[in-house]
């Protein structure tokens, strides 16, 4: 294949956001926005703007996913699954199974507002803690 015009759908891995930090142990621990960059957001949105998009977000953290909901064909939370098992479930052959353990928020701000010491005080998160997956198919977020 030339070019990603040709393609039938993509499938586009990535982690949660993170800002690097100095330090022993801050090196160890993601931290900072949940937010993904405007330049990586851009370069995101291209696959998605000519073929069906599946993303899947490596959660080691959470995140704020809302302009790839927008955009994808298929949203997957995952938590280091091999290559192989992510296309699999992009592409409906194998079953994706499991709950969200953290809210994922609907921005940045949403998390700011809530307390930090009070569980699940995210305001309208887009998935709630629990979030079951749901089976794919066109519109449908994992």
Request: net charge negative; glycine share 6%; with cysteine.
């Amino acid at each position: 294949m030339e070019s990603q015009e040709e393609a039938d759908a993509a499938v586009v891995r990535l982690q949660a956001p993170y800002e690097q930090r100095e330090g022993m142990l801050e090196r160890h621990f993601h931290c900072g926005s949940l937010e993904f960059p405007e330049e990586e957001m851009r370069c995101l949105r291209a696959p998605a703007a000519t073929v069906p998009t599946a993303f899947a977000v490596y959660l080691d953290r959470p995140a704020v996913p809302t302009p790839l909901a927008d955009r994808a064909a298929l949203l997957i939370g995952e938590f280091g699954a091999r290559d192989d098992v992510v296309l699999d479930a992009a592409l409906g052959r194998t079953a994706m199974e499991g709950v969200l353990p953290f809210d994922l928020p609907l921005s940045m701000a949403a998390t700011e507002d809530a307390r930090e010491d009070v569980p699940f005080d995210t305001a309208a998160p887009l998935f709630r803690c629990g979030h079951p997956h749901a089976p794919p198919g066109p519109g449908k977020r994992t």
